[in-house]
């Protein structure tokens, strides 16, 4: 039956009519070539053996299947995490989209964030035009309390001034002399999004510490009680921010977010659409210059800001992206270190469940191999929560990690028997992944929705952990950091695994004499 | 009721149980009922004991008479594993309500039985008696009869309600409803000299296949299997076996000392549980069927297969023995287990620094004392304290316990093992004891562990509550030592036999003041070993002890 006004099909049922089963099989044989099937199968198999990963990995210029993304996007998650901030990208306007589809889809929110909207005019002359017109209109069209620039390629390319350019908008009264416009160059071709939000983050904090780009004072850093927290690039932020914040209040201790996206990211349904929801004051901001020190939760995004913090006096601790017990033990140690509070009894009973439930389901993790990819924090969380668990983090790989990570991630595997024979895998990418789980496959993999390719070509069972995750929703709800987060990723990484032994034992009169109610 | 409780009679007299050997005429007529303390954290009921013993038999309706209590929670909860029906997985129950408790419950059981074989059509449907059907004195004997007579069809009646005892108990009654109405109603097709039977195998975790295998090659024929992935048929048709196995030695000894009675069916206890005694469970069945008129070439064949076997399971156990070098075991598990899991560990070069004998028996003890020499640490009820002191002291690396225990393990940060029902891995057999060791050697060096006994970094070492408890006895044990009186005081404290509250003091004081010879006598005196006998021999160690001392000084070492 074709499509039928009466009931409609969608695309799930639709082309499996006969009809169109028809059309694509006559398709294929008439217009598109066919190969022989034999040949495509042999292809097939020959590119799941040892000597298709050699040449594999011999690649020398193409990536196939990255998993990472560009600067801009960074940046703007970086932007929002600030109150009534506009992030606004100078550029072509086809990238801006992709930021906010991006992180809408990812959030289930709507991601606000205008573009400069290049063309090629100002691809020759410059957009410097550009720049004071997106001003003005986003100034007057949107009523921000700060608008956060960033660049794209486009822009970057043909080396536009972002500082010079401000100061000509604003003498041209795009906003007023005293607005906010703080800026960060963001090239896609250096780095990655945790470049990108590094980048813009530094660009924030120096224009409120540094003297505005030459248009105000320079702070001048009275040292207090309170401490800085960075959260990185995270999926994950709307749990985890206030999963942090929650353990600071038990604490008692006084601090700043910086970067604090938790509520845009997550805005109530209630008839009220909020453009600009929560997020770090711009007074914070500015007062953050006085804390005793600053924590980064995530070292591969604050290369630049975290020096920049440090040399205005802060004492500076980074982490990488703790997820487990002895992680999180490190990183509350460190808070209780740096603000000399304690750590209240009920974080250490919190940590007891965790133990706790590690404990009880240890033998169905233990020696279970895991392929895990992401950004080189994530990697780094993962894999020691991975060791602690008993089980073995096979395949490590980033494809914005750097050697210096890797190094990282090696010291990390070095340290606990269940990183015997486990390797990392720096610069590498999906493709470089799926001859991996071909040749050395593993239980599991870890990984962003884009590993569900990999699922389906390896049979490798995917557990959903990182960024993007498009395919399930509401994941980023859920903090992974604190012992409650360790026990959201442990209950993860079991229903997958409890899931597989029902998968493989639900055949009825086959099967299903281990389909057990009690696992 | 009063066919019940001539059943629970006959079941009390079983000449076959290690225990009941032990009793007094009176001791024995009051049945093997441990006496629960009111308040007490309990086990299960009769009702389980028969469902659980039954519910492995897989091709039939197994049907529970009674409010949705004793399904709802029953339903499927074993891991016994059926290589075809999955009807025993079904769960069937005439769910009583209100009106049925009034007017009595029997027309809904009655039609539930035919809504079962109208629909599903068993070779047999188990009818399950439970609490309040038997209270408000529904005759679930008189209706299965009816359904019988009216479908043409085996129903079972097992009348078991969770009221008349424990687990255990209920175990045997199951026994008796297949001697009753199931075992030599049907004829096999054929028989061989080569057919044994089974006896309180549940297949668990699907353990029976392990050995099966082995028995096919001896082209030694499985007639059934009471009742692990047992058929309807098979049971039935059971009695013409030659030979037969008692696997767990008191759950269903009522059957097999019956069956050797009724049909002359000889039977031995065996344990596939560790190399040594599977390879004497073969053994033991060739030799009982080559008696039985097998030809004798059937022994050769065996130790051929023994051999062959064993010199494998060495050869897959060689490599944990460096691992497991210097690692010491506390085993906390019932009953036949407790031996012959043991003789396993110790195979594998683990070290045993002790075992629980709850429900073990005498010869289960003796047995352990066979492996584990005289000063073998028996542990009869150890608290979380006493579990984390054997731990600190590097007295044990691991414990291996029943699921039920296992948590407690764990809060006295010990790594565990679970090897009872709940267990999920099959460890029968030649390769069932490598995946024991596996299993073992996972949990031994599982990080978590260390994470376990280590206080939260920020807490100093002193504060835990394992600190404190260990302090605390230390300073009683101080204490103790310091002071004679006292010492001699808490030994005379000590509790002898928990079900009557009786001290060994007061065993010592009737001993010396009465000049007591002998267990029953002391029985008689103080009430000490007059509930769950599990005592009589601490009490007969006080004797032997108290008759070599001079009777002047009733200070006798226990």
Known sequence: MTQNAENVLDHFELFRGPEYQQMLENKKKMFENPRDPAEVARVREWAKTEEYKELNFAREALTVNPAKACQPLGAVFVAVGFEGTIPFVHGSQGCVAYYRSHLSRHFKEPSSCVSSSMTEDAAVFGGLNNMIDGLANTYSLYKPKMIAVSTTCMAEVIGDDLNAFIKTAKEKESVPQEFDVPFAHTPAFVGSHVTGYDNALKGIIEHFWDGKAGTAEKLERKPNDSINFIGGFDGYTVGNMREVKRIFDMMGVNYTILGDNSDVFDTPTDGEFRMYDGGTTLEDAANAIHAKATISMQEYCTEKTLPFIKNHGHEVAAFNHPVGVASTDAFLMEVARLTGKEIPEELAKERGRLVDAIADSSAHIHGKKFAIYGDPDLC????????ELGAEPTHVLATNGTKSWAAKVEALLASSPFGKDCHVYPGKDLWHMRSLLFTEPVDFLIGNTYGKYLERDTGTPL???????FDRHHHHRRPVWGYQGGMNVLITILDKIFDEIDRNTNVPAKTDYSFDIIR | MSSLSATIQDVFNEPGCGKNANKSEAERKKGCTKQLQPGGAAGGCAFDGAKIALQPLTDVAHLVHGPIACEGNSWDNRGAKSSGSQIWRTGFTTDINETDVVFGGEKRLFKSIREIIEKYDPPAVFVYQTCVPAMIGDDIDAVCKAAREKFGKPVIPVNAPGF???KNLGNKLAGEALLQHVIGTEEPEYTTPYDINIIGEYNLSGELWQIKPLLDELGIRI?????????????ASSHRAKAAMMVCSKAMINVARKMEERYGIPFFEGSFYGIQDTSDALREISQLLVERGADPELLDRTEALISREEARAWAAIEPFKPRFKGKKVLLITGGVKSWSVLAALQEAGLELVGTSVKKSTKEDKERIKELMGQDAHMIEDMTPREMYKMLKDAKADIML?????????????????????ERHHAYMGYAGMVKLLKEIEKALYNPVWKQV???APWESEEETWQAKALAEAAAEEAALAANPVLAEQRRRDTAICRCKSVSAGAIEDAISAFDLKTVDEVREHTQASGGCTACIEKVEDILASMNRADPALSVAAE
Not at chain 1, 463 to 469: A, D, N, Q, Y
Not at chain 2, 223 to 235: E, F, P
Request: with cysteine; proline share 7%; aromatic share 10%.
């Open chain 1, 380 to 387: 780094l969380g993962l894999t020691a929560f991975l060791l």
């Open chain 1, 463 to 469: 557990i959903r952990i990182g960024f993007p995750v």
């Open chain 2, 164 to 166: 008349v005892g424990p």
């Open chain 2, 223 to 235: 007639l059934a299997c009471i009742s692990g992935d047992g058929r309807y048929k098979d049971v």
């Open chain 2, 401 to 421: 316990s029943g699921g039920r225990s296992q948590f407690v393990a764990l809060k006295a940060a010990m790594p565990w093992l679970d090897i009872n029902q």
């Open chain 2, 453 to 455: 006994r280590k206080p």
